[in-house]
């Protein structure tokens, strides 16, 4: 029972954790992630190699919900994957604003 | 006896004034004859020290610092670095046939020339725009960058980096392909696919001014990387747009491309390719070839006398590197992300995995020595270079490098295809 008590806690610890804002270690994991990962195909400048560059000029007038999209679902026919099996809402969300952003 | 005829002919006191000047004289040859002595000894000592083959040498590739790290391999150890290489993401490196010289592609176009003996970065060019690899000509005198932007190949000279010749990868009016799996062939040639355009295109450079570019159509869609077998006769390019791969027969390039491995996944699901595979010379053990399969936990077995499949072995995850071990004995595998700690070796006999290892997160490359007693193997987000004994699978040594990608040995200078 006590074992059951502790992992609803984790559970539930764990949706909050998913709904508000991003940890600093996690917001490390994924500056980690944009830079080697998706760097690998995007150059880790992010300005471009098998797939397009991503700087903030090149996503210019490119909505926030479509970025999301092609993180999460990725883009048939091309060699960018789905990464919504990997990232929560969250984290695509933090990575947008990342995008968007530029480097700081 | 100079001495003897000197006294005969000079007065007592001019006598004293003269053994004075050549006793002063003497003592100062003696003194010259002294320093020359040390400065030789010096000299010698400091050759001693400083003079070294670069055979045993190796480059691991720091790729976010912009930097190359310069390794020895027989008592593991660091010797140096060289930076200012710009963007090194996805960089990798082919040498000088003298294997004193290494020559980096990165991604941002940049060809430098790093000197391994003096760890100096001797020349740098930005070539173009977007560059993704690179090869050494037979003759060892022309390097060829293959690139993404603007796409084609760009050939240099090996000494002076000085440009020879520009292969644009125009396959249709106006339309330049982005280049993949560019590697050398017997015949002074150059064999690279075009990745938008689904084509393999063969260069002959015996005119360096004037490459002799041969074209073969229609190999498949979207081929991400190619490999040509250690006897430089087949070239092979992996497919990310289909299943199978398309081979090349370079003795008889009459015959044209034919497709092998076709259909590979047939009936299962492909799962989401989170980092491309890649394609080297390696992957022949004896009469197999091992090959990753795209968007599969799978490694695929070629035999190399008719290319059938005759073997799929199940792994950790889908592969990213398929490197046999110089004896072919084994085949080690690293794998996409997120399964990147992992590291499986083959049995290329039972065709079994036999060691599963965890070297940490971010394993990106593996290079074996010479002669496979030892494997190098970078794991990025340890921040180290890992050295495993390959007979027993066992770490031997750990070396520290800043998000090490690529690790390239100095042997490769002598390897058809690398």
Redesign the interface.
């Known amino acids: 029972m006590r074992h059951l008590i502790a992992l609803c806690g984790l559970s539930l610890w764990s949706l909050i954790g998913q709904a508000g804002p991003l940890e600093a270690a996690r917001e490390a994991e994924l500056d980690?992630l944009l830079?080697?990962?998706c760097?690998?195909?995007h150059?880790?400048?992010l300005?471009?190699?098998?797939g397009p560059a991503l700087l903030p000029d090149r996503l210019e007038g490119k909505s926030r919900a479509m970025l999301a999209q092609v993180i999460r679902d990725?883009r048939a026919g091309t060699?960018m994957?789905?990464?919504g099996?990997?990232l929560s809402d969250a984290d695509i969300a933090w990575m947008v604003n990342r995008l968007l952003a530029g480097k700081e | 006896m100079k001495i003897e005829t000197i006294r005969l002919n000079v007065s007592s006191g001019e006598r004293h004034r003269l053994r004075t000047q050549i006793h002063e004289e003497l003592r100062v040859v003696a003194v010259v004859l002294l320093m020359l002595l040390g400065l030789g000894f010096a000299t010698f000592v400091q050759a001693a020290q400083t003079l070294r083959g670069s055979g045993d040498l190796a480059v691991i590739v720091e790729?976010?610092s912009g930097a190359v790290q310069i390794v020895e391999t027989s008592g593991n150890s660091a010797v140096g670095r060289v930076g200012g290489l710009g963007?090194?993401?996805?960089a990798s490196v082919v040498y000088s046939r003298d294997q004193r010289y290494a020559y980096v592609f990165g991604?941002?176009g940049g060809l430098s020339k790093v000197d391994l003996l003096t760890q100096r970065l001797v020349k740098r060019v930005i070539q173009s725009g977007?560059g993704?690899g690179g090869a050494i000509s037979q003759d060892g005198r022309l390097v060829a960058v293959s690139n993404?932007?603007p796409g084609g190949v760009r050939v240099f000279d090996a000494t002076s980096l000085a440009p020879v010749a520009d292969i644009a990868a125009e396959y249709a009016p106006g339309r330049l392909s982005?280049v993949v799996g560019l590697v050398d062939a017997p015949g002074q040639r150059f064999v690279f696919s075009l990745?938008d355009a689904g084509e393999i295109w063969m260069a002959d450079m015996r005119e360096p001014n004037r490459p002799v570019v041969r074209r073969f159509k229609d190999i498949g869609k979207?081929p991400?990387d190619g490999l040509i077998t250690p006897d430089g006769r087949y070239y092979i390019a992996g497919l990310?747009g289909e299943d199978g791969m398309a081979l090349l027969d370079l003795w008889h390039p009459d015959r044209g491309v034919r497709r092998v491995l076709s259909g590979y996944g047939k009936g299962e699901q492909v799962l989401?390719?989170?980092?491309?595979p890649h394609l080297e010379g390696w992957a022949v053990a004896g009469e197999r070839a091992f090959v990753p399969a795209v968007g599969h936990h799978a490694v695929l077995v070629m035999d190399t006398h008719d290319w059938r499949e005759v073997g799929r072995i199940p792994v950790h995850g889908q592969p990213v590197f398929v490197m046999a071990r110089p004896d072919g004995r084994q085949v080690w595998v690293n794998f996409a992300?997120?399964r990147n700690d992992t590291v499986q070796v083959i049995d290329t006999d039972t065709l079994q995995v036999v060691n599963t290892l965890k070297p940490g997160k971010?394993v990106l490359h593996m290079e074996f020595e010479p002669r496979g007693e030892e494997v190098w193997v970078s794991v990025?987000?340890a921040d180290q270079v890992q050295v495993y004994d390959t007979a027993s699978a066992r770490l031997r040594t750990t070396l520290s490098a800043a998000?090490p990608s690529g690790i390239f040995m100095s042997a490769r200078a002598h390897r058809i295809g690398l």
């Open positions: 980690n830079i080697q990962d760097g690998s195909c150059g880790s400048r300005s471009g190699g098998l990725g060699a994957p789905p990464w099996p990997l | 790729r976010t963007d090194l993401s996805h991604r941002d977007n993704i993404y932007q982005k990745w979207h991400y990310f989401p390719v989170y980092k491309m992300h997120p971010g990025r987000d998000k």
